[in-house]
């Protein structure tokens, strides 16, 4: 199963922004997961979301990000508010724990 992020952008400071990753098979079962990596960092664990809806965030986001899922479509969704020029990275979605298979990520970038 390959999933694909979309909806990255150029946001101000404060703003919102929402992502969006469709699965290329069933991830039904899976526990999905958002994952960042900034310029010159290592990849970082966001979020997560499993079947039941029990979610998971990483502290720096905790509060300002919500991640969403809708098994129908095969789809799962991040929505960033009051974003942080931290929050600048790529961002990927995969199952969590992640498998070797990353797809090409969507970029964000907060502008302060």
């Known amino acids: 199963v390959q999933l694909q992020a979309s909806g990255g952008g150029l946001v101000q400071a404060g703003g919102s922004l929402s992502l969006s990753c469709i699965a290329s098979g069933d991830t039904t079962n899976d526990v999905l997961g958002w994952f960042r990596q900034a310029p010159g960092k290592g990849r970082d664990f966001v979020a997560a979301i499993a079947r039941s809806g029990a979610t998971a965030y990483a502290h720096f986001v905790t509060g300002r990000f919500t991640i969403s899922r809708d098994n129908a479509r095969k789809t799962v969704y991040l929505q960033m508010n009051s974003l942080k020029s931290e929050d600048t990275s790529v961002y990927y979605c995969?199952?969590?724990?992640?498998?070797?298979?990353w797809g090409q990520g969507t970029l964000v970038t907060v502008s302060s």
């Open positions: 995969n199952t969590n724990p992640p498998s070797e298979k």
